[in-house]
């Protein structure tokens, strides 16, 4: 699954921003962060964990190839990914609880590393 959610296909995504070359490097940029922040929830890690901090610092680091959000935003960001179907949707593919597990962990990271 895209971090584009359901409601849009990757070409047409592609036909309209980039490239579908490209479009398939973004996703599976987003797939590898997903799938790890994923496998460390279901091995029961905290949200707290230094792990789980480093894969949101690479969460972190993907999204500052489309924007460079501050504190606030990214928090922000994280809340949609609970509140927005399309991006609870996406997340919760990967695992139940994903959503939820990445917007608190983005909480944490966001704290400690932006101002």
Same mark, same amino acid.
């Given at each position: !699954? /895209? !971090?584009?959610?359901?409601?849009?296909? /990757?070409?047409?995504?592609? /036909?309209?921003?980039?490239? &579908?070359?490209?479009?398939d490097? $973004?996703?599976?940029?987003?797939?590898? @962060? &997903?799938?790890?922040?994923?496998?460390?929830?279901? &091995?029961?890690?905290?949200?707290?964990? *230094?792990?789980?901090?480093?894969? @949101?610092?690479?969460?972190?680091?993907?999204?500052?190839?489309?924007? #460079?959000?501050?504190?606030?935003?990214?928090? /922000?960001?994280?809340? #949609? $990914?609970?509140?927005?179907?399309?991006?609870?949707a #996406? $997340?919760?593919?990967y695992?139940?609880?994903?959503?939820?597990?990445?917007? #608190?962990?983005?909480?944490?990271? *966001?704290?400690?590393?932006?101002?």
């Amino acid at each position: !699954m /895209s !971090m584009f959610g359901e409601s849009h296909s /990757s070409a047409q995504y592609a /036909s309209q921003h980039v490239n &579908a070359e490209k479009y398939d490097e $973004y996703r599976r940029g987003h797939d590898h @962060i &997903a799938v790890n922040i994923a496998d460390l929830m279901k &091995a029961g890690k905290p949200i707290g964990d *230094a792990g789980v901090q480093l894969w @949101i610092g690479k969460h972190y680091e993907y999204v500052c190839q489309f924007w #460079t959000p501050n504190k606030i935003a990214y928090k /922000s960001l994280a809340l #949609t $990914y609970v509140m927005d179907p399309a991006f609870n949707a #996406t $997340y919760e593919a990967y695992a139940e609880g994903l959503a939820k597990f990445i917007q #608190t962990a983005i909480n944490i990271w *966001a704290e400690e590393n932006l101002q």
